[in-house]
């Protein structure tokens, strides 16, 4: 999930969302072997060590000339409220002759916050001497993401309802951003009463380099993009954590209603993201979230969706919904403010005609269809009595109103 930069809001501060949902993903058995239960045993005493914040013990399991940065990492983990931290080791490669470079699924936890582990992927380089291990290498797999602490100290701000981390920001910003979120939580709450924690993790790395590296891509495919949200889509309560990640530059620039408009867009994909599955298309999603966002704002539809309005005052009225390749990052900017304008005021439709609750209802069903043929089709039909053709001309024809 993400939020970019509309026209409006690089003017004044309004922003428009999307969102980037992992889907799936199942674990591999553990390898079997002495030398891999005998690494397991090793990383696990190394995770132990961590929690404890037995320092020794954390670098007991190291070769010695990884002990420098070891200490650095130890202590930026130290400021981290850490409530778990384990890996599981899923191959390993080369163990009969003294060295071995195994991968392992790390997974960790923020006390607190997390009710599933943040997961990712590591590869570790190991040696064998006198008959023990030791990590001789620590790096992640090839397109796994970089994690915060390895970016820089991390400053840790607690709010009621968040848990902010940054790296490279003063802690005065990122108050301001834990304030934001802490109003975020309530807002998404009295619009969706769904069974999520109430609570947010957001991240703010020091650049948008930093932050294509912790979402392990590109920064160029987040230029304009405020914050995303990753997560695993519809993976129930005990999925991998999500975790809102701020773009410091383009946060940066907008102003306090922007910013509310990000977290509480951002903190919406949080709440339903057990809802949201392969079922759900991109303009239902994003449109939500940004239903949620400008719900009880006061913003017109003129306002909140001026690269849409601009489109049909010329007599440009989309003939369809817009489909999920429209919401892809790195296109053309007008076209991808008029995918989220389009499906906020689709969102928008369906409350003011139905209802909000017939809204969230329609979203729960779509999100539990098996697949995502027939899914809209199912729930136009069995929560708002319409069909597809009818929803999109009464949706071509709401635009007409609310944006001539």
Not at 285 to 300: L, P, Q
Not at 369 to 391: C, I, M, N, S
């Amino acid at each position: 999930m993400a939020v970019r930069l509309s026209g409006a809001v690089r003017g004044a501060a309004a922003v428009l969302p999307a969102v980037v949902l992992v889907l799936g993903g199942c674990a591999a058995p553990a390898p079997a072997g002495p030398a891999s239960q005998e690494i397991q045993s090793l990383l696990d005493r190394h995770a132990r060590a961590l929690l404890d914040r037995d320092e020794p013990g954390y670098l007991a399991a190291l070769d010695p000339a990884l002990a420098p940065a070891a200490r650095t990492e130890f202590g930026r983990l130290a400021k981290i409220p850490l409530g778990g931290w384990s890996y599981r080791v899923t191959d390993v490669d080369g163990a009969g002759e003294g060295r071995a470079t195994a991968r392992a699924e790390l997974d960790y936890r923020l006390r607190g916050y997390d009710s599933g582990p943040a997961t990712t992927e590591r590869v570790l380089d190991l040696v064998e001497r006198d008959g023990r291990w030791y990590v001789t290498g620590d790096r992640a797999a090839e397109g796994a993401p970089q994690q915060l602490w390895q970016q820089g100290e991390v400053t840790t701000v607690t709010g009621a309802r968040s848990l902010v981390l940054g790296v490279g920001q003063s802690r005065d910003r990122l108050r301001e951003i834990a304030a934001a979120a802490d109003r975020a939580v309530p807002a998404v709450g009295n619009a969706w009463n769904g069974d999520w924690a109430g609570r947010v993790v957001v991240l703010v790395p020091a650049s948008i380099d930093a932050m294509g590296r912790l979402l392990g891509g590109p920064a160029d495919s987040y230029r304009g993009i405020a914050a995303v949200t990753t997560g695993r889509a519809g993976g129930g309560p005990a999925a991998p954590a999500d975790r809102v990640i701020v773009n410091p530059d383009a946060y940066a620039v907008l102003g306090a209603f922007g910013r509310q408009v990000v977290l509480t867009h951002e903190t919406t994909h949080v709440a339903t993201r057990v809802q949201t599955t392969k079922a759900t298309p991109v303009w239902l999603s994003e449109g939500f979230a940004d239903w949620v966002a400008y719900r009880g704002t006061g913003r017109t539809a003129g306002q909140a969706a001026p690269e849409l309005r601009r489109a049909v005052l010329a007599g440009d009225l989309p003939a369809e919904l817009p489909d999920d390749a429209a919401f892809a990052f790195g296109g053309d900017a007008e076209s991808l403010a008029r995918a989220y304008e389009g499906g906020w005021l689709a969102c928008e439709l369906i409350a003011d005609r139905w209802g909000e609750e017939k809204l969230t209802a329609f979203y729960r069903a779509v999100g539990a269809h098996p697949a995502r043929d027939g899914a809209v089709e199912k729930a136009l039909r069995d929560v708002l009595d319409t069909t597809p053709a009818q929803f999109t001309a009464d949706w071509r024809a709401y635009l007409g109103e609310r944006l001539a």
